[in-house]
């Protein structure tokens, strides 16, 4: 009996594995920084370039860092979500402007929303290399000691939003 | 006994030539001389088209590699070493070296700057595994997470070894059939029998 159940066994494993592989996602690499400190910055904000946002003044609350762009197509989903989801003021939610034009990204959040407390523009995309981004629209959950503490790849739901992201902030923001 | 008679038997020796001719005429009907000028003519075609295909690609790739800049000339063996072992993470199963997303233009931006620098190979590498992870590696490294990805394929092919050499010396313990004296004789018959039957 064991003669084709073994096989049959293989087989199932075999099976169970490729169900497992092939239903995970190969775009979400998993980011080296979670549980890191975040990169520092000091970068221009978007709305008053004269002013430096940089990731000292961040420190002692958590927040969201979202990575956003206006050539991004999908961050046009994410947008509404977003705004939406600040209304509740639950967590401060930063803006990353990355490698985008100060005109254009100033006008899509006048057509798409504004979430942000500020930008961050990051006309080069250094400091976005800096953070791992691979992929906008990206959001990171950060901190009250600067610690990247979470990553979401590609545009958050609300749905995203109220079960994975939510739970997490405000685990941290329980944190002393 | 001529070779053609072999082949066709008596009777169809000298219609051989004849279906020779047929057999090699063409589906189009053209003779195998038309046929060959055709093939001759298609090969020296494919010839110059792989020679315009090689010559150009090259040229088109080292021209992205580079992205306009020129990099002093003792980095760029070393560059082009490099960024064919990085993978972009936009467009995952290209290396930084061939792929066109923007930043896979970043990163080789940053690798060049750090080489002119002066940073080795391997600390350009840590800058991006730090940020990236292993995945921006073609070639990770290895460690406990990744031990079924480097001797997986061993351990497999070394337990399908064992079960064959198992299988084998199973086989071989088994005793053969034997027949008794009734089917020796029978077997013997049919022997002779098939032998009268040639000879006849």
């Known amino acids: 009996m064991t003669r084709y159940l073994l096989p049959l066994g293989i087989f199932g494993a075999l099976v169970a594995l490729l169900f497992v592989g092939l239903s995970l996602n190969p775009r979400e690499v998993p980011s080296p920084l979670i549980n890191k400190p975040a990169p520092t910055f000091s970068l221009p904000e978007l709305q008053d370039p004269g002013k430096k946002l940089s990731r000292q003044d961040l420190l002692g609350k958590v927040y969201l860092l979202n990575v956003w762009a206006s050539w991004c197509v999908s961050c046009r989903d994410e947008q509404p979500v977003l705004t939406e989801f600040s209304r509740s003021k639950q967590v401060d939610i930063y803006g990353l402007n990355y490698k985008d034009q100060r005109d254009d990204a100033k006008r899509w959040l006048k057509v798409f929303g504004d979430p942000y407390v500020a930008s961050a523009v990051d006309a080069d995309g250094r400091v976005g290399i800096d953070w791992g981004v691979y992929g906008v629209p990206e959001t990171f959950v950060v901190d009250r000691s600067g610690v990247i503490r979470y990553k979401h790849i590609g545009p958050a739901t609300m749905n995203d939003l109220t079960t994975k992201i939510m739970p997490i902030v405000r685990k941290l923001q329980a944190e002393p | ?200």
């Open chain 2, 1 to 200: 006994m001529d070779v053609k008679t072999v082949l066709y038997g008596r009777r169809g020796a000298e219609g051989a030539e004849t279906n020779i001719n047929r057999l090699m005429q063409m589906p189009d009907g053209s003779t195998p001389a038309q046929h060959a000028r055709l093939k001759y003519f298609l090969c020296v075609l494919c010839a110059a088209a792989a020679i315009l295909f090689l010559s150009g690609i090259p040229q088109a790739a080292s021209a992205a590699k580079l992205d306009g800049i020129d990099l002093p000339e003792q980095y760029e063996g070393r560059y082009k070493a490099l960024i064919d072992q990085l993978r972009c993470l936009v467009c995952q199963n290209e290396t930084l070296a061939d792929s066109e997303a923007d930043l896979a233009a970043d990163l080789r931006r940053e690798i060049r700057e750090k080489m002119v620098q002066g940073q080795s190979d391997k600390q350009i590498r840590d800058f991006l595994v730090a940020r990236y992870g292993d995945f921006v590696l073609y070639k990770p490294p290895v460690k406990a997470t990744t031990l079924m990805l480097w001797y997986g394929p061993f351990a497999l092919l070394a337990l399908g070894v064992l079960i064959a050499v198992i299988t084998i010396r199973r086989r071989g313990r088994r005793t053969p059939e034997t027949i008794n004296d009734e089917q020796h004789r029978q077997v013997q018959a049919l022997l002779r029998r098939q032998d009268e039957g040639k000879n006849s």
